[in-house]
């Protein structure tokens, strides 16, 4: 069983930065998976970045999702917002176990990008 929190979000003006992070808990979390997914309202719930390792990775020069193995969590560093941003976003864990996917998911946290 993986628990997983996000924290983070919040009201930020166009152009602006949000950092938000993932406190995962749980046996063999170094073992799945993470990412980050997105839905806003009336929308479908659509993945926005992933990381198997420890390190970063960067997407589309404005989103960069990152992981800290020994603390267990995922962050997602989101610059030059945009209104089209807003959603409520959500970290995922999960992993392949003999033949059968594992998925756990956060609670999720609202990002509202606006003047």
């Known amino acids: 069983q993986v628990q997983l929190v996000e924290s983070g979000g919040g009201l930020v003006q166009p152009g602006g930065s949000l950092r938000l992070s993932c406190a995962a808990s749980g046996s063999t979390v170094s073992m799945y998976t993470m990412g980050w997914y997105r839905q806003a309202p009336g929308k479908q719930r659509d993945l926005v970045a992933t990381i198997t390792s420890g390190g970063s990775i960067n997407y589309e020069g404005r989103f960069t999702i990152s992981r800290d193995n020994a603390k267990n969590t995922v962050f997602l560093q989101m610059n030059s917002l945009k209104p089209d941003d807003t959603a409520v976003y959500y970290c995922?864990?999960?992993?392949?176990?003999?033949?059968?996917?594992?998925?756990?998911w956060g609670q999720g946290t609202q990002v509202t990008v606006s003047s």
């Open positions: 995922s864990a999960w992993r392949l176990r003999l033949g059968k996917l594992d998925r756990y």
